[in-house]
C-alpha cells in the first residue's frame, strides 16, 4: 500500500549479482506442469455412475477445455437464468477424462489444479470423491497421489451442478471454464500458492525483498535440505540469490523465510510494467526437488486523503474500467488471447486500471495485468449473507466464505498489479447494523495473509448514519458506487478518508445507432419509471442515456477529474457483456453499459476517453455520413492537442469550435447532403489530424480485417476478423445489415461469432452473422493442423466474396 519500513524476520540478507551470466531457463525444471485440457467428454445432464471404470462414454462430446456449455444454446425467454444472465441456459453437465500417469511418478505429489468451474462442483478420482467446490469464481486443487493407478489408465470425472437459477446478476456460463493443470512434484515441496512476495522497502536505488516460502513435506521421513532464492530479470538472467539450509520433520508442513536486497532495480509502473520473478529451489544434497515461480514487480503507492493516488511517488489518476468475466462470443471460456485483445483496447483508451467485478477473474486476467501495466481492484463478493438473488452465494456464505476469501488472496497476493483488495460490491449488509462484524472478519482476514495492501469495499450508501459497513472502521479506503454530484461534500463528510469512485457511469449506448434531437429516448430520472426506448431495442450513441442511477460518461469525468481527492474511478463498463441488459426486456440479452461493445468494436464514446486520458493526438468525429437527404444531424467530434477544430461538409467550411470551459466534446448542426465531412484539428495555427467521413455508396466486396495475420498451432490462438461490405472506394457501409456465411478450411475453426447488438438473438456459435451498424466479427481458433487457414465470407446476394489467409506458425 504504502513504502514500506519495517523488516520482518530475516535469515539474511545478500546484495546483488548485477552481472551474473546464469540463464534460469536453461537450468533443470524439477517440477512437472502439465496442460489437462485436452480430451475431456463431456454430456449434459446428471450421471453419477460417470465415475466408474467400466461406464460406457461413447456418445458423449470430446472437447477441449476450458469449456461453457451456456453459450452454446438457445436464448430462450422462459430460461431459468432470466434476463441478468442472458436468457441462456444452466443445468447440469459432467466431464470425464481418462488419462495415465508414468510409472516412475510413483513417488511423487500428484495434484490437479482447476483455475474455475461453475458451480457447484465435485470432482472424483478412480471413483473416490475429492471434494465439493460450491463458488464457480475460486481456483482449486485435489492431491490425488494417494489415489492413483501409476503407469496404468485412470479416471477423473467432474459434476458440475449450475441447476439452481437464478444465482447470479450477470452472465455466469456453466462448466469447466477457466484451465486445468497436472502438477507432479516430489514429495519435499513448495506448497499450493505456498510463496509469498513483498518489498518492505521500495526505491529507485535499493529496494529489499522478503520472501516466505511454505514447505510441505510428504515424506514418512523428515528432510535437511538447501533452500535457494534467485531473482531473474526480464531477459531470465539471475541478479540476485540467497540459500539457507533447513530442516523440515515428517508429513508436515513449515515456514521459511528469505531477504535479499536489489540495488537499483527498474519499477513496476503502468507505463513500463517491468516483471522480476523469484525463482525458489529446493535441493536434498545436489538434486534439485522442486522449482516454483513467483511474479515480482518493484513499486510503491499511496492513497491520501487530500491528494488522491500516487504510484513510486508520482500523482496518478486512476483511469478505471470495471469488467465481467465474460468474453463475448466465448461466453465465460477464459482464452488468454481473448483477454489480451480486452486489454489492448482498455490500454489504447487510456485506461491504466481495471475493477475486477465483482468476484475473481482467472489467473491470466491477472498475469495480462501485471504485464501490461493495470492497477488492480482485486474483488472477492457481490453478496454476503443477504441474498440478491434467491440462489446466489449467500446459501454457501456460513460453510464456505472462510476459505474461499482466503484462497482468492493466497492466489493473487504476489502479482504487484493488485493495490486494493475488495471484500464485497454494493452488500446487503451495509444497510443493518451486522454489516459491523462481517466487514471486520473478512478485514482481519485479508490482513492475516497481506498487509501491504488497503482493504475497500464498494458502498452505495454515503450517509454515515445508514451505512454499517463503513461505521465498522474497517475499510482502509472507501468506495463509493454512483452519485457523482455529491462527491465535492466527500472531504466534509468522511473527514481524513481516502476515497475511490469504485463504480461510476452506467450510462447506455448501442454502437453505430444515432438518434438526432427530436428522437432521443432517455431513461427517466425517476426510480422505477419505464423506459422510453425505440422499438428495436437500441439506444443512442450520442452520449446522452443515463440510468436513473448513474450519469452520462461526460458528466462523471467532468466531477471526478476537478476532485484532486479522489483517488480516481472506475467506469461502469469497460466492455458490454452479457446478461443485465438493463432497462430493456427480452429479447434484449446483453448490457447495454460498455465503452467497448460486445464484440470487441469501441463505441463514439471511446474516443472521447482517449481524448482525456492519453497524450497521442485525437480527433474523432461522428455520426456516420449516410443519413436522409435535407436531415439535420448532430454533428460531434472528440479531439486533443489542439485548440480548434474546423468542420467542412463537400469542401465548404462550417465554421471552428473550440472547447469552452469544462467541455469535453464540440459539435454542429449540419443538413445531410451527400458527399464528405471533413474535420482538421489545429494548434497555433498548424494542422494536427484530419478525418474524414464519406457517404458510401453501393456495396461492392466484403472487407476482412484480422487482428493479426498469423497464428500459433497449439489449439488456443485466436484470430479476431472483423467483417463489413465495402463499396467500390472502401467505404464502410454503416447501415449495412446483410447476413454473412463464414468457412474456415485449414488449420483453424470458427468458434465465435457476434456482430454487438444488444438484442441479437442468433447463436454465437453459427456459421454467420449479420452485420449490424455495417460491422461484426468471426473468431478463428487454432485447430492443431500445420496447416494456413482460409476464410471465406458470402452474402449471396451479389457482393464479391472476402477471402483471407491465414500464416499457422
Same mark, same amino acid.
Request: charged letters at 25%; hydrophobic letters at 35%.
Given at each position: ?369 501485471? $504485464?501490461?501495466? +493495470? !492497477?488492480? /481492484?482485486?474483488? %472477492?463478493? &457481490? ?8 440462489? #446466489? =452465494? ?70 454515515? $448514519?445508514?451505512? +454499517? !459497513?463503513? /461505521?465498522?472502521? %474497517?475499510? &482502509? ?8 454530484? #455529491? =462527491? ?322
Amino acid at each position: 500500500m504504502i513504502k514500506h519500513k519495517n523488516i520482518l524476520k530475516s535469515i539474511g540478507i545478500v546484495t546483488i549479482l548485477l552481472f551474473s551470466s546464469i540463464s534460469i531457463a536453461q537450468q533443470k525444471q524439477a517440477r512437472i506442469v502439465e496442460d489437462f485440457n485436452k480430451n475431456w467428454n463431456f454430456k449434459l445432464g446428471d450421471y453419477p455412475t460417470a465415475i466408474q471404470s467400466n461406464f460406457d462414454a461413447k456418445d458423449w462430446r470430446t472437447l477441449q477445455l476450458p469449456h461453457d456449455w451456456s453459450i452454446e444454446g438457445a436464448f430462450d425467454k422462459d430460461s431459468k437464468t432470466k434476463q441478468a444472465q442472458g436468457f441462456l441456459p444452466a443445468g447440469k453437465g459432467w466431464y470425464r477424462k481418462v488419462f495415465t500417469v508414468p510409472a516412475n511418478w510413483k513417488n511423487k505429489t500428484v495434484s490437479v489444479e482447476f483455475d474455475g468451474v461453475f458451480k457447484n462442483s465435485e470432482v472424483f478420482i478412480n471413483g473416490k470423491s475429492l471434494g465439493i467446490r460450491p463458488n464457480g469464481y475460486i481456483s482449486f486443487g485435489y492431491d490425488l497421489s494417494q489415489y492413483l493407478n501409476f503407469g496404468k489408465e485412470n479416471i477423473i470425472a467432474v459434476k458440475v451442478d449450475n441447476d439452481a437459477q437464478p444465482n447470479s446478476r450477470w452472465y455466469t456460463g456453466s462448466g469447466i471454464y477457466r484451465n486445468v493443470r497436472l502438477v507432479a512434484s516430489e514429495k519435499l515441496h513448495v506448497g499450493k500458492w505456498g510463496t509469498y512476495v513483498t518489498t518492505p522497502e521500495v526505491s529507485e536505488t535499493k529496494s529489499k525483498i522478503h520472501l516466505e516460502v511454505t514447505i510441505d513435506n510428504d515424506n514418512v521421513t523428515a528432510k535437511e535440505f538447501k533452500l535457494v532464492t534467485s531473482i531473474v530479470d526480464a531477459k531470465n538472467i539471475e541478479v540476485a540469490n540467497f540459500s539457507s539450509t533447513e530442516k523440515i520433520g515428517a508429513k508436515t508442513t513449515g515456514k521459511k523465510v528469505h531477504d535479499l536486497v536489489l540495488n537499483q532495480p527498474k519499477l513496476w509502473s503502468t507505463e513500463n510494467p517491468y516483471l522480476y520473478k523469484v525463482i525458489t529451489k529446493i535441493y536434498e544434497k545436489s538434486k534439485l526437488v522442486d522449482n516454483y515461480e513467483t511474479p515480482l514487480g518493484f513499486r510503491y503507492f499511496n492513497f491520501d486523503a487530500e491528494k488522491g493516488f500516487s504510484l513510486n511517488g508520482k500523482p496518478t489518476k486512476i483511469y478505471g474500467v470495471c469488467l465481467h468475466h465474460d468474453n463475448g462470443a466465448l461466453g465465460a471460456v477464459e482464452n488468454i488471447n481473448a483477454v489480451r485483445r480486452k486489454l489492448k483496447l482498455m490500454k489504447e483508451m487510456g485506461a491504466n486500471a481495471i475493477r475486477m467485478s465483482h468476484n475473481p477473474h482467472s489467473l491470466e486476467m491477472m498475469q495480462l495485468c501485471d $504485464e501490461m501495466g +493495470f !492497477i488492480v /481492484q482485486d474483488e %472477492a463478493f &457481490d453478496v454476503w449473507k443477504k441474498k440478491k438473488v434467491t440462489n #446466489d =452465494y449467500h446459501k454457501d456464505w456460513d460453510a464456505w466464505h472462510k476459505q474461499d476469501l482466503e484462497d482468492f488472496i493466497k492466489r493473487d497476493r504476489n502479482f504487484p498489479s493488485v493495490m486494493m483488495w475488495s471484500i464485497g460490491n454494493e452488500i446487503r449488509e451495509q444497510f443493518d447494523s451486522t454489516g459491523i462484524a462481517i466487514t471486520r472478519e473478512l478485514a482481519k482476514i485479508v490482513k492475516s495473509l497481506d498487509t501491504t495492501r488497503p482493504v475497500t469495499s464498494a458502498l452505495t450508501e454515503n450517509i454515515i $448514519e445508514k451505512n +454499517f !459497513i463503513y /461505521q465498522s472502521g %474497517a475499510l &482502509d479506503l472507501l468506495g463509493f458506487n454512483y452519485k457523482h454530484e #455529491d =462527491y465535492k461534500d466527500f472531504p466534509t463528510r468522511f473527514k481524513g478518508q481516502k476515497i475511490l469512485a469504485s463504480e461510476s457511469v452506467s450510462a447506455l449506448e448501442t454502437r453505430g445507432h444515432y438518434d438526432f434531437p427530436d428522437g432521443i429516448k432517455a431513461w427517466p430520472v425517476k426510480h422505477g419509471a419505464p423506459f422510453d426506448g425505440n422499438a428495436d431495442w437500441t439506444v443512442s450513441a450520442y452520449d446522452q442515456v443515463k440510468s436513473y442511477w448513474g450519469a452520462t460518461h461526460e458528466e462523471n469525468w467532468k466531477t471526478i477529474k476537478k476532485q484532486d481527492f479522489m483517488a480516481g474511478t472506475f467506469i461502469w463498463t469497460g466492455f458490454d457483456y452479457i446478461g443485465e441488459p438493463d432497462p430493456y426486456p427480452f429479447p434484449a440479452r446483453s448490457s447495454y453499459f460498455g465503452i467497448v461493445d460486445l464484440a470487441g468494436l469501441p463505441k463514439d464514446v471511446y474516443y472521447m476517453y482517449q481524448s482525456e486520458w492519453t497524450t497521442k493526438p485525437v480527433l474523432h468525429i461522428f455520426p456516420h455520413w449516410n443519413c436522409k437527404a435535407g436531415q439535420e444531424i448532430d454533428v460531434w467530434a472528440y479531439y486533443n492537442n489542439a485548440d480548434e477544430v474546423e468542420l467542412f461538409l463537400n469542401g465548404k467550411s462550417l465554421g471552428k469550435k473550440s472547447k469552452q470551459n469544462d467541455d469535453l466534446h464540440i459539435s454542429w448542426k449540419v443538413k445531410f447532403e451527400t458527399g464528405t465531412l471533413k474535420a482538421i484539428s489545429r494548434k497555433d495555427g498548424k494542422v494536427v489530424l484530419e478525418k474524414e467521413i464519406h457517404t458510401a455508396g453501393e456495396a461492392s466486396k466484403i472487407d476482412l480485417k484480422a487482428d493479426k495475420i498469423t497464428i500459433k498451432n497449439d489449439t488456443y490462438d485466436l484470430v479476431y476478423v472483423t467483417v463489413s461490405t465495402v463499396d467500390k472506394d472502401g467505404n464502410v457501409l454503416p447501415n449495412a445489415t446483410d447476413l454473412i456465411n463464414f468457412e474456415v478450411t485449414g488449420g483453424g475453426k470458427l468458434v465465435g461469432v457476434d456482430n454487438g447488438y444488444q438484442a441479437n438473438l442468433d447463436s454465437f456459435k453459427a456459421n454467420s452473422c449479420k452485420l449490424f451498424s455495417g460491422k461484426c466479427i468471426a473468431i478463428i481458433q487454432s485447430n492443431g493442423k500445420k496447416e494456413n487457414i482460409q476464410l471465406k465470407a458470402s452474402t449471396g446476394n451479389g457482393i464479391s466474396v472476402g477471402s483471407l489467409n491465414i500464416k499457422v506458425e
